[in-house]
């Protein structure tokens, strides 16, 4: 069992940055882990991923250029750092943790789900 906690979200502006954190704990954090954002009314949708190692990333269209994912295994922590952020932005960021240590950009191949923080982007 994984338990993952999501942090730094928060309300910033356009062309703001934002760092967001998730914390795993519980069985060993060998498992390639995932960013997901939802809005209200649409399904979570893939944001990033990062492979165990660390090695291998894969970002959506949408986020390229804007947004890295990284880790520190060490502190079993995983990253997401957000700039240049737009309107469209605006959604409950979740990290989600698959079984594992490759990328997948699939909601369904992820099994652990953190709570979500909250990213508001305002003009």
Do not use: H
């Amino acid at each position: 069992q994984v338990q993952l906690a999501e942090s730094g979200g928060g309300l910033v502006q356009v062309g703001g940055s934002l760092r967001l954190s998730c914390a795993a704990s519980g069985r060993t954090f060998s498992n390639a882990m995932g960013w997901f954002l939802q809005s209200p009314g649409k399904e979570r949708e893939f944001v990033a991923a990062i492979s165990w190692s660390g090695g291998s990333t894969s970002y959506a269209d949408s986020v390229k250029g804007r947004f890295t994912i990284s880790r520190d295994n060490a502190k079993n922590t995983v990253y997401l750092q957000m700039n240049n952020l737009k309107l469209e932005d605006t959604a409950v960021y979740y990290c989600a943790a698959r079984l594992g240590g490759a990328t997948s950009v699939y909601t369904s191949e992820y099994i652990y789900w953190g709570q979500g923080t909250q990213v508001t982007v305002s003009s």
